[in-house]
């Protein structure tokens, strides 16, 4: 079974940064698009940026920017990178293969952006 897991959120001031990591296990990030999704509390998960496998990107216009996505494939990782963050970008960050024959996500990670 594909496994993700999430790791570097925190709390963090308005115009700050934060970089986010997801481990990946049982599938290549090289070979399959990645996302990185938002859940703020008391809404849907929103997809914000992808990357495919060519090493194209595409970012939700909320962070179109400020976030970059970006994969480590000798590491098997997929990060985010967080600038000038807003206080509307708080929430739990998620990273998952956009293929539908993986349902399953991993815990995420909180982040949290102070006014």
């Known amino acids: 079974q594909v496994q993700m897991s999430e790791s570097g959120g925190g709390l963090v001031q308005a115009g700050g940064s934060l970089r986010l990591s997801c481990a990946v296990s049982?599938?290549?990030?090289?070979?399959?698009?990645m996302g990185w999704y938002r859940q703020a509390a008391g809404k849907q998960r929103v997809l914000v940026a992808q990357?495919?496998?060519?090493?194209?990107?595409y970012y939700d216009p909320s962070v179109e920017g400020r976030f970059t996505i970006s994969r480590d494939n000798d590491k098997n990782t997929v990060s985010l990178q967080m600038n000038a963050a807003k206080p509307e970008d708080t929430g739990v960050y998620y990273c998952?293969?956009?293929?539908?024959?993986?349902?399953?996500w991993g815990r995420g990670t909180l982040v949290t952006v102070s006014s």
């Open positions: 990357i495919s496998r060519t090493g194209g990107s």
């Open positions: 998952k293969p956009l293929s539908n024959s993986v349902d399953n």
């Open positions: 049982g599938m290549m990030v090289s070979l399959n698009a």
